[in-house]
């Protein structure tokens, strides 16, 4: 499980996630994609574009198995994550036995199916650009040295999804 999250717009998740997903599938691997970026939806546009392009192209073009889920939009915000857990966990539970990788795209938001993701994460990858800006993301970047290296929003978001998942295990 292959989660490429930054809650920094534009470091190149998605971009990340199409390379990695098709640079997988070209060595042979079974793999699934999870585009969870409901507004955007980068991943998916770009897998329906190749399997659109592989229809009539001269050779064989690989496609993983993909799954784009709608984000819930009641006014409940717990029926909401009890929607989006439940197509959430449909899709991770068709491929996780038959797919070798799954490649998991995050919104560049605080969400809970990106909490969710987070937590399922073997790998997590964090794509920056190089920037004081997109490393604040991660590890708080100050003039003053004393408040320098501070636990950042999104770091907070990592550790807790790691506390959660080896609570789990």
Known sequence: MIVVANEKGGSGKSTLSIHLSVALLKAGYRVATIDLDTRQ??????YEN?????????????????????????????????????????????????????????????????????????????????????MDVLSRVHHDRSQRGMVSQYAQIVIEARRKAAARR
């Open 41 to 46: 939806q980068t991943l998916t546009r770009f």
């Open 50 to 134: 190749r399997a659109s392009w592989a229809k009539t192209a001269p050779w064989k073009v690989e496609l993983p198995r993909h799954f784009a889920p709608d984000r819930a939009n009641s006014a409940n915000v717990q029926d909401n994550e009890t929607a989006e857990f439940a197509i959430f966990a449909e899709a991770i539970g068709e491929v996780e036995h038959e797919y070798e990788f799954v490649v998991i795209d995050t919104p560049a938001s605080d969400s809970y199916l990106m909490r969710l993701a987070h937590s399922l994460a073997d790998t997590l990858i964090s794509p920056m650009n190089d920037s004081f800006i997109d």
